[in-house]
Structures are given as structure tokens and as C-alpha cells.
T-cell receptor, first 114, second 113 residues
Framework: DTGVSQDPRHKITKRGQNVTFRCDPISEHNRLYWYRQTLGQGPEFLTYFQNEAQLEKSRLLSDRFSAERPKGSFSTLEIQRTEQGDSAMYLC????????????FGSGTQLSVL | KQEVTQIPAALSVPEGENLVLNCSFTDSAIYNLQWFRQDPGKGLTSLLLIQSSQREQTSGRLNASLDKSSGRSTLYIAASQPGDSATYLCAVETNSGYSTLTFGKGTMLLVSP
């Protein structure tokens, strides 16, 4: 069990550029979540995958955001035409599912949009 | 809309003290409540999960209680240590099938030697 891995750890980009983040969940986990956390706030739910199916999306996930989980393994989160308001820590979590599941979080990708 | 509030926002105590962190939520129709720990620049580590039918959970020096009807939870840390210094986050789940957690802003704890 190597834990949830996220890449890159830090990303600095200019407004208007596209960025993509990757999350590698714990290998046997079939559920994967993306959350976003801004400074001084708690994380906010963005989206959820059960295997390769994206089953829930928050209204926070505007049409500039897209997430995929091909083959039900790793996941990518892409932000198109970044805005300064997108600056945040993007956290990925995975679980083996079931009711009252325990989530395992990665260390996050810190995005700064200049 | 569910809202989660944590008090205090920050807490500084000397090593060895027992302390209580508070969490309140506006909608009592929750499925479970969880406490997480977050170290600076890191992800979250799950500490305790209390199901809606439970009143408390314990893990080592940590004890979390839940009063669903009043919308309150407390996290009790016994004999605090400098290694306990971190931000503690409370989160509630209102879905029964998966974890679209609603988090509070956290309590930043500093335990001095």
C-alpha cells in the first residue's frame, strides 16, 4: 500500500492556460474523489468516480473542468482557460467503497494561477 | 444547504493538557460525521468516523462524540503532545452511498513543549 499519489505537487500557470493533474489511487480502491481546498477553508467536493464511471459532479465543477478515470485506475483533472479563482489545493481521495467508508487522501496539487 | 462550523478557529496549549474541539452542523439528517487531521501542505488523514446511530468513537487518546439531534460533535484529545499540532477538520456526510463530505474550516492546534 503506497497510498494515494498526486502529480504534480505544485503547479504555477498563467491565466488562460490549461492544466492537468493526475491522481493514482490505492490500487485496490474502486472509488475515487476530487476535492478542492482554498486557504483557510475546508475541502469542497468536486466529483466522484465508481470505477471508470463519473457518478456525481458538484455545481462547483464548471464546464471548464473535466475529470476522467479511464479503465478505472488513475484519474486526471483538467482545468481549461484557468482563472485566478482556480488557485487552490486540489485533493484526490480513494476508498474501497461500502457504507461509512474511510477515505484516503493524497497530498494534493497546489495550483497557483498568476 | 448543510453548513459546518468549528470552534475555536485556533487553539494553543502547553503539552499535557486535555482539550476539546467543537463542531456544529445545521442539518441533523446526516449519515455520518468524521474527524480528520491535516498537517501543513499535506492531505487529510482520517481519525474517527461516527455513524449517525452511534454516540461516540475512541481511538487511543482521541474520543469523538456525536449528538445528532442538536447538531454537535466534540473531539477530545487527552494528554496533548507537540506531535498533535495540526489542523483538525470535521466533516458530515448526508449521502448514504458515497462520500460527498461537507467540511468545516478546521481548528488549528498548536501544542507547545
Amino acid at each position: 500500500d503506497t497510498g494515494v499519489s498526486q502529480d504534480p505537487r505544485h503547479k504555477i500557470t498563467k491565466r488562460g492556460q490549461n492544466v492537468t493533474f493526475r491522481c493514482d489511487p490505492i490500487s485496490e480502491h474502486n472509488r475515487l474523489y476530487w476535492y478542492r481546498q482554498t486557504l483557510g477553508q475546508g475541502p469542497e467536493f468536486l466529483t466522484y468516480f465508481q470505477n471508470e464511471a463519473q457518478l456525481e459532479k458538484s455545481r462547483l465543477l464548471s464546464d471548464r473542468f473535466s475529470a476522467e478515470r479511464p479503465k478505472g485506475s488513475f484519474s486526471t483533472l483538467e482545468i481549461q482557460r484557468t482563472e485566478q479563482g482556480d488557485s487552490a489545493m486540489y485533493l484526490c481521495a480513494s476508498s474501497s467503497g461500502g457504507s461509512n467508508e474511510k477515505l484516503f487522501f493524497g497530498s494534493g496539487t497546489q495550483l497557483s494561477v498568476l | 444547504k448543510q453548513e459546518v462550523t468549528q470552534i475555536p478557529a485556533a487553539l494553543s496549549v502547553p503539552e499535557g493538557e486535555n482539550l476539546v474541539l467543537n463542531c456544529s452542523f445545521t442539518d441533523s439528517a446526516i449519515y455520518n460525521l468524521q474527524w480528520f487531521r491535516q498537517d501543513p501542505g499535506k492531505g487529510l488523514t482520517s481519525l474517527l468516523l461516527i455513524q449517525s446511530s452511534q454516540r461516540e468513537q475512541t481511538s487511543g487518546r482521541l474520543n469523538a462524540s456525536l449528538d445528532k439531534s442538536s447538531g454537535r460533535s466534540t473531539l477530545y484529545i487527552a494528554a496533548s503532545q507537540p506531535g498533535d499540532s495540526a489542523t483538525y477538520l470535521c466533516a458530515v456526510e448526508t449521502n448514504s452511498g458515497y462520500s460527498t463530505l461537507t467540511f468545516g474550516k478546521g481548528t488549528m492546534l498548536l501544542v507547545s513543549p
